[in-house]
């Protein structure tokens, strides 16, 4: 099989239906930069990486502004959740205590996800859309480690399961 030289995602472009709460979640919350706005329906955020000087609206996430919500993540098509890696499992933590003092509602974690080991917590934006904050363990994280956990088999297959 062909490999390409793909360097990572760049970025994720996702709905909102209000653009304004959606930047300042993403600015005050989450602590993204705001790269460049085009009225009325998107923006584009950095995570901070840029120096203020730089005129091109360098990106990791791209908002557009939509009439319709649809929060439905875990059994609709398109996108289930991004994933955005911080250094260590502390980093982990140190998010999660900031999203919680900020009153974010926390839908899974933090915790270990079997398949990879990974350290994660999911949030959920103004709008819905789900967002994995994540670190890699490694074989010293044993106790972490030890509570990695299998996501549960989604609530539709079993209802259509006969
Ligand atoms: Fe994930």
Same mark, same amino acid.
């Given at each position: 099989?062909?490999?390409?030289?793909?360097? &990572?995602? *760049?970025?994720?472009?996702?709905?909102?239906?209000?653009?304004?709460?959606?930047?300042?979640? !993403?600015?005050?919350? =989450?602590?993204? /930069?705001?790269?460049?706005?085009?009225?009325?329906? /998107?923006?584009?955020?950095?995570?901070?990486? !840029?120096?203020?000087?730089? /005129? =091109?609206?360098?990106? *990791?996430?791209?908002? #557009?502004?939509?009439?319709?919500?649809?929060?439905?993540?875990?059994?609709?098509? &398109?996108? *289930?959740?991004?994933? =955005? +890696?911080?250094?260590?499992?502390?980093?982990?933590? +140190?998010?999660?205590?900031?999203?919680?003092?900020?009153?974010?509602?926390?839908?899974?974690? %933090? &915790?270990?996800?079997? +398949?990879?080991?990974?350290?994660?917590? !999911?949030?959920?934006?103004?709008?819905?859309?789900?967002?994995?904050?994540?670190?890699?363990?490694?074989?010293?994280?044993? +106790? =972490?480690? /030890?509570?990695?956990?299998?996501? %549960?088999?989604?609530?539709?297959?079993?209802? #259509?399961?006969?």
């Amino acid at each position: 099989m062909k490999r390409f030289n793909y360097r &990572g995602v *760049n970025h994720v472009h996702i709905n909102v239906t209000d653009l304004k709460k959606a930047i300042d979640f !993403y600015t005050t919350i =989450l602590g993204f /930069k705001l790269a460049g706005r085009r009225d009325p329906d /998107k923006a584009w955020l950095s995570f901070g990486q !840029y120096s203020d000087t730089e /005129k =091109l609206w360098y990106h *990791n996430l791209a908002l #557009t502004e939509v009439p319709e919500r649809n929060d439905r993540y875990w059994d609709r098509s &398109g996108l *289930n959740h991004f994933a =955005l +890696e911080v250094e260590s499992p502390k980093d982990v933590d +140190e998010i999660a205590d900031h999203l919680r003092t900020h009153g974010i509602k926390i839908i899974r974690g %933090p &915790g270990v996800h079997a +398949e990879d080991m990974t350290y994660h917590v !999911y949030v959920e934006d103004p709008d819905g859309n789900v967002i994995e904050v994540m670190a890699n363990t490694t074989e010293s994280d044993t +106790e =972490l480690r /030890k509570s990695a956990q299998w996501a %549960p088999v989604r609530k539709w297959r079993e209802l #259509t399961r006969s």
